[in-house]
Nanobody, 115 residues
Framework: QVQLVESGGGLVQAGGSLKLSCAAS????????MNWYRQAPGKQRELVAGITSGGGTYYADSLKGRFTISRDNAKNTVYLQMNSLKPEDTAVYYC?????????WGQGTLVTVSS
């Protein structure tokens, strides 16, 4: 099993930055990729960014240049650096571990961007 714990969410003014963390524990060798998703009120959950076990990264086209995903293998932690935040970035951000045996989700962390 894999457990994921997100942290770093909060309230920030438009134009500000936040860095989210996702700490993984358990059978992390089974993870193919780690992803960040978000779900805004009344909207579907959407992929924000991901990083593969080989270090490759991918992003939602609309967020390229503002968001950066990275990882610290020694800490089994994935990060999402979010810059130039906009009110429309307000959402619950979820960490996701993609495995052959199925996805695992964290509990989510709320990011609120005020105008």
């Amino acid at each position: 099993q894999v457990q994921l714990v997100e942290s770093g969410g909060g309230l920030v003014q438009a134009g500000g930055s936040l860095k989210l963390s996702c700490a993984a524990s358990g059978s992390i060798f089974s993870i193919n990729a780690m992803n960040w998703y978000r779900q805004a009120p009344g909207k579907q959950r959407e992929l924000v960014a991901g990083i593969t076990s080989g270090g490759g990264t991918y992003y939602a086209d609309s967020l390229k240049g503002r968001f950066t995903i990275s990882r610290d293998n020694a800490k089994n932690t994935v990060y999402l650096q979010m810059n130039s935040l906009k009110p429309e970035d307000t959402a619950v951000y979820y960490c996701n571990a993609d495995r052959v045996s199925g996805s695992v989700w964290g509990q989510g962390t709320l990011v609120t961007v005020s105008s």
